[in-house]
């Protein structure tokens, strides 16, 4: 006869009975321990179906001192280059059992710690996505949260991986290609301050201009969405600029949206570049010249790092860096005759 908890749950010892083995027999079987007879272990999941019987997922979790979960912190969860690291992420990790958990630190770089720490209790390793913390807080609290693993960020600690794009190789790229269209006045739309990647790609125009000391670049404040390059109408028009590198694919957006509401025509008045390559670039009016970044392979190959890291596999690659691939469509022309400046 099989007794019911309180609650009317079917639980080990309901199997243990059932099977005549003890509930640490239970236990083990149904935590994959292989030590247990096969013919044990046959009739004790046996019973488990019999009963239809399923393991308390938290009480598992306890007992194994693993999740199955891995989480990721991203800076802004409605931007479609975090999403598609997520999706690439989250596939991976579904083919070897494991899901994830998503904390979203709203471009607070205060709330990443936090949200980090948090996070990483709950999980069995951690994702730190373009995090906009300082090195010094990124190198003070990585080694709490180990497994951990960084997109678009480094630290000094050899055991975390880290997967970083080459942006000053891409907006070097998109430069290249406007002064090659015979642009010689451009303007830089940044990103958020916190943001290393946007580091990089100041980094990448700093070298630009050096070797091209008859080019204008003006950098312009920005941010990292479709508002911010619809805001920055005026000051890219105040700039003189013909060649506008914006920070990633949503400013260029605004900023072609921004740019037909005042009647000024992509390309032929003004050139605009974005960068990532999102699935809308290719859709835009006009298209979208850019930067192209794998994102869907970020996310897979963080994956790929954790669970070497989970497993505590040997690491072959602790850094990997990817180098965007220019894209040229529509948004991008020949400098006009009628705006280009004087020489």
Known sequence: MVRRSATGRIGIADVALKAGVSHATVSRVMNGNFTVDPDIAARVRAAAVELKYQPNPVG????????????????????????????????????DGY???????FEVSSEEAILAGEARRRCDGLVLCAPRMSD??????????HPLVLINRTTAAPEIPSLVVDYGQGVQALAEHLVGLGHTRLAFLAGP??????????????????????????MLDGG?????????VDAVLASGATGILAFNDLVAMGLMSGL???GVNVPADISVTGFDDIPFARYTTPT???????????GAQAWHQMRALIRQEGLETPGTRYQPRLEIRASSGPVSTSTSPAR
């Open 60 to 95: 598992r979790s306890l007992a194994l001192g693993k999740t199955d979960t891995i989480g990721i912190v991203v800076p802004d969860l409605a931007n479609p280059t975090f999403q598609a690291i997520l999706r690439g992420l989250s596939r991976a990790a579904a083919q």
């Open 193 to 218: 301050a916190g943001s290393a990647s946007n580091g990089l790609r100041l980094e990448g125009l700093a070298a630009f201009k050096a070797s091209h000391p008859r080019v204008d670049v003006t």
């Open 288 to 298: 979208l010249t850019t930067a192209a970044v794998p994102i869907a392979d970020l």
């Open 224 to 232: 990292s969405d479709f508002d911010t390059g619809h805001e920055a």
């Open 260 to 262: 037909h509401e005042r």
């Open 136 to 145: 010094a807080e990124l190198e003070e609290i990585a080694p709490s949260l």
């Open 99 to 105: 899901r994830v958990l998503i904390a979203d630190s």
